[in-house]
């Protein structure tokens, strides 16, 4: 029986009606890709909402490898996440203006931050000799994002073979009507990204 790799993503927000995160996470759901099952978990936004659920799945899956999913709007290329902080902001999502206001830990007592434990060099190797777009970023911010990324490194720091960590997506397209000024990216092009990062992972486990 093949080996679980959770992928998350997480729900549309801010009025959206998408999030480009879950289109490409249930793309991949089920499918079996380096001898490792995808398990897509759609996550509601919040910091606390995304470090209950993500503690959820790795009880009840087990996985051998954990991606993480997410939508960075503006942002021109794929994103893969350097490191996390310890550190949630509620805030963050809602409004600009009330953002450092609600900041709390994001698991109390733990390290102020976690390095991306994926194969990163591999990663970037693999997208770019497909012509797609992608760099590395040194903030995965303050909100549910990091607070996921963070703690899903955290729940597995005694599994050091496990690989974890987190990207993040460009706006879908279709966003860009509502986005016009905005850097955007078909969802076709990052279902291919993601269905790569993963075949990328699984050999490096």
């Known amino acids: 029986m093949p080996s679980i790799f959770l992928l998350t993503g997480f729900q549309p927000f801010r009025g959206e009606r998408i999030n480009p995160s879950w289109e490409v996470a249930r793309r991949l759901d089920g499918e079996v890709i380096g001898g490792m099952r995808i398990k897509s978990v759609k ?73 991306t ?3 990163v060099g591999g990663i970037l190797r693999e997208l770019r000799r497909r012509d797609i777009p992608v760099h590395v970023s040194l903030s ?11 703690a899903s490194l955290h729940l597995m720091r005694r ?10 997506l460009p706006y879908d397209a279709r966003q860009g009507v509502r986005h016009p000024e ?9 279902e291919e990204a993601i269905r790569t990062a993963v075949a990328t992972i699984a050999r490096a486990t």
């Open 43 to 115: 996550v509601p936004v919040g910091c606390a909402t995304a470090v209950r659920r993500i503690n959820a799945a790795i009880v009840r899956y087990r996985p051998r490898a954990i991606l993480g999913l997410g939508e960075a709007g503006g942002r021109t290329a794929i994103s893969v996440e350097k490191i996390a902080i310890n550190l949630a902001d509620e805030r963050a999502g809602v409004t600009n203006s009330d953002i450092g206001l609600t900041v709390r830990p994001v698991i109390g007592g733990g390290p102020q931050a976690y390095f």
């Open 117 to 119: 434990r994926l194969p």
């Open 140 to 150: 995965a911010g303050a909100y549910a994002c990091n607070a996921l990324m963070y």
């Open 159 to 168: 599994r050091q073979g496990v690989p974890v960590g987190f990207i993040h």
């Open 182 to 190: 905005k850097a955007s990216m078909a969802i076709d092009t990052m």
